[in-house]
C-alpha cells in the first residue's frame, strides 16, 4: 500500500528546521516517557514555537474515527477554515492516519499537492507523531505542518 508517506523518519530525513525541530522535542518526550507518550504529556510550553502550525486529532477506535481536537491559528488562516471538533473525513488522510494507529510510529509526508489551494502556497509538508493510551495504543496523533510555493 503506498500512502507516501515515511513511517519513523530518521532526523537526517528532515531538511526543514521547523519540521526537524518538532521532531526533536517529541523524541525527547517520547524518551522522557518510556517510548509511550501519552496526550496527558502533551505540555504545550514544549512546543510553543510551533503551536500555530499544528493540528491535534483524536482517534476512537470504537467508531473507527478521527476528530479534529486542536487546529492552530496560522494552520487556520493558511486553510482558510478551522475544523477543530469535526470528524475527518478524507479518505486519504484516514489512510494515513490508520497506519499510524496500526504501526505506533510517526510519519513524514513530503511535498504533498493541494488540489484546493487557492493560496500563494500550492504544497506541504507534514509530520505527525503518536500519542498513546495506558495500554500502548495510539490515541491521538499531533500533526506539524508547513506550507510551500514550490
Known amino acids: 500500500m503506498n500512502l507516501d508517506i515515511q513511517l519513523n523518519p530518521d532526523l537526517a530525513d528532515i531538511q526543514s528546521e521547523d519540521l526537524k525541530d518538532f521532531y526533536e522535542r517529541w523524541l525527547a518526550l517520547k524518551d522522557q516517557c518510556g517510548g509511550y507518550p501519552q496526550r496527558a504529556n502533551l505540555d504545550p510550553n514544549l512546543f510553543i514555537s510551533h503551536l500555530p502550525w499544528v493540528a491535534l486529532n483524536a482517534y476512537d477506535p470504537e467508531l473507527d474515527q478521527f476528530r479534529v481536537r486542536i487546529f492552530g491559528t496560522a494552520y487556520v488562516e493558511a486553510v482558510g477554515r478551522d475544523p477543530t471538533g469535526q470528524i475527518v473525513q478524507s479518505p486519504g488522510l484516514i489512510k494515513?492516519?490508520?497506519?499510524?494507529?496500526?504501526?505506533?510510529?510517526?510519519?513524514?509526508?513530503?511535498?504533498?499537492?493541494?488540489?484546493?489551494?487557492?493560496?500563494?502556497?500550492?504544497?506541504?509538508?507534514?509530520?505527525?507523531?503518536?500519542?498513546?493510551?495506558?495500554?500502548?495504543?495510539?490515541?491521538?496523533?499531533?500533526?506539524?505542518?508547513e506550507f510551500s510555493a514550490t
Do not use: M
Open 96 to 145: 494515513k492516519f490508520k497506519e499510524v494507529v496500526r504501526t505506533g510510529s510517526p510519519y513524514l509526508s513530503l511535498h504533498n499537492q493541494l488540489v484546493w489551494a487557492d493560496r500563494e502556497f500550492r504544497y506541504y509538508n507534514v509530520l505527525g507523531v503518536p500519542f498513546f493510551t495506558e495500554d500502548k495504543c495510539v490515541s491521538h496523533i499531533f500533526f506539524r505542518v
